[in-house]
């Protein structure tokens, strides 16, 4: 595997050389030291790219305005976990919720309100589910809740306590409040003959 470097001893006008003649190099001219101290530098180089890397990732994963899972994500998770309760007798509830009237609440807090609005809804939402429940935003002002080993009692309870939560307090924007309340639709694999994720979202 090559890699760039500052400088390259073996031919300066090439920019990469293979690590092991770098070490080669160093060895040659005496530098046991300075083949360690290499070593550990390009680990260090190494360990730091690939935190770079599965943050790159991360952020790719996460809808830019709210930070809960993106689109893409949330549905990848869905299927994951349908695909999980097909090969065992688990259960996977799945909530919708969409915030009530979304036009009359912009006007009301004012038109540059929007990411404030989903932003909290996000929040609120997330403070509400267990910590192994995945929380993303579905399309426009509508999120999808996915909630493994959840039969229809505890999908009930979920999606009860996060309305309750949500209409609890209103939502302030420069100045103004406003009330705000969502709509839930929920469905488990339990009451599902077709179970998958398609079917799941279309409940």
Request: proline share 2%; aromatic share 6%.
């Amino acid at each position: 595997m090559r890699h760039s470097l500052w400088f390259n001893p073996i031919n300066p006008e090439e920019g990469t050389i293979e690590t092991r003649e770098v070490i080669a190099w160093i060895l040659a001219a005496g530098g046991a030291g300075l083949a360690l101290l290499f070593l550990f530098l390009f680990s260090a180089r190494t360990r730091a790219l690939a935190r770079e890397l599965a943050a790159a990732a991360g952020a790719a994963a996460r809808d830019a305005t709210t930070g809960v899972w993106n689109r893409r994500s949330i549905l990848g998770t869905l299927e994951a976990e349908v695909a999980r309760c097909l090969r065992g007798d688990d259960s996977l509830g799945v909530l919708l919720i969409d915030i009530d009237d979304f036009p009359a609440l912009r006007t009301a807090l004012g038109r540059d309100s929007d990411d404030a609005i989903l932003q909290e809804v996000a929040s609120r939402i997330g403070r509400n589910v267990r910590i192994y429940d995945s929380v993303g935003r579905y399309e426009g002002e509508a999120f999808l809740v996915v909630l493994p080993d959840s039969d229809e009692q505890e999908l009930n309870n979920i999606a009860e306590r996060i309305r309750m939560m949500v209409d609890r307090s209103p939502v302030t924007w420069r100045g103004e409040r406003s009330r705000i309340t969502v709509s839930i639709g929920g469905v488990t694999t339990l009451s599902l003959d077709e179970k998958s994720a398609d079917r799941m979202v279309r409940m």
